[in-house]
């Protein structure tokens, strides 16, 4: 069976440092890989997908930035975070043939 | 326009009644439509998905489609307190060779025992 695993569940950041969550699948090959960012009372924001190795597209521009250095593996950068990068980060993968999203257990990222 | 569109809530319903929940969306394109629910403080898990004009039944929950009038809802029969949860619709974009979801801001549904 396919599982996703994101990490760590918690943290709290100060302004101006850097940032990488990670989010890795295990039991499937070739999967979409999507980083939303639900801000509090919000619904999810699409931040970023991925069909495949190194190839990265965003939605929304902003701070943040994504990387899919293997295939089951992305990662979440920022350079420097602002206070308005707080929110409930949401790693998500789909079959490439198949449209439902699995999410990750989520990062709640706490800028101060 | 916001492509998907739920009231926020909260829901409230006694124990063993029926909750309905609605979304709409924008994009007359769109094909598929899901549902997912999330309790507090978790990440959304999926529990539903439509792609036909029509009702699908799985369980308590009753995912209903109309195109035409592009809206889907979702039914929850014999509610019970661990339904108590936020709804998330979720619509399908259409692009090319990519599956890229849309949420809605959820609905918040709370049971009373």
């Known amino acids: 069976s396919q599982t996703i695993h994101q990490w760590p569940a918690t943290l709290v950041q100060p302004v101006g440092s850097p940032l990488s969550l990670e989010c890795t699948v295990e039991g499937t090959s070739n999967p979409n890989l999507y980083w939303y960012r639900q801000a509090a009372g919000r619904g999810l924001q699409l931040l970023f997908y991925s069909v495949g190795i190194g190839q990265i597209s965003s939605e929304v521009p902003q701070n943040l930035s994504a990387s899919r250095p293997q295939d089951r593996q992305f990662i979440l950068s920022s350079k420097k975070l602002l206070l308005s990068d707080s929110g409930f980060y949401l790693c998500?993968?789909?079959?490439?043939?198949?449209?439902?999203?699995?999410f990750g257990q989520g990062t709640r990222l706490t800028v101060v | 326009q916001k492509e998907v569109e739920q009231n926020s809530g909260p829901l409230s319903v006694p124990e063993g009644a029926i909750a309905s929940l609605n979304c709409t969306y924008s994009?007359?394109?769109?094909?598929?439509f899901f549902w997912y629910r999330q309790y507090s403080g978790k990440s959304p898990e999926l529990i539903m998905f439509?792609?036909?004009?029509g009702d699908k039944e799985d369980g308590r929950f009753t995912a209903q489609l109309n195109k035409a009038s592009q809206y889907v809802s979702l039914l929850i029969r014999d509610s019970q307190p661990s339904d108590s949860a936020t709804y998330l619709c979720a619509v399908n974009r259409r692009g090319s060779n990519d599956y890229k979801l849309s949420f809605g801001a959820g609905t918040t549904v709370t049971v009373r025992a």
């Open positions: 994009d007359r394109g769109s094909q598929s």
């Open positions: 439509i792609y036909s004009n």
């Open positions: 998500a993968w789909s079959r490439r043939d198949r449209e439902e999203a699995f």
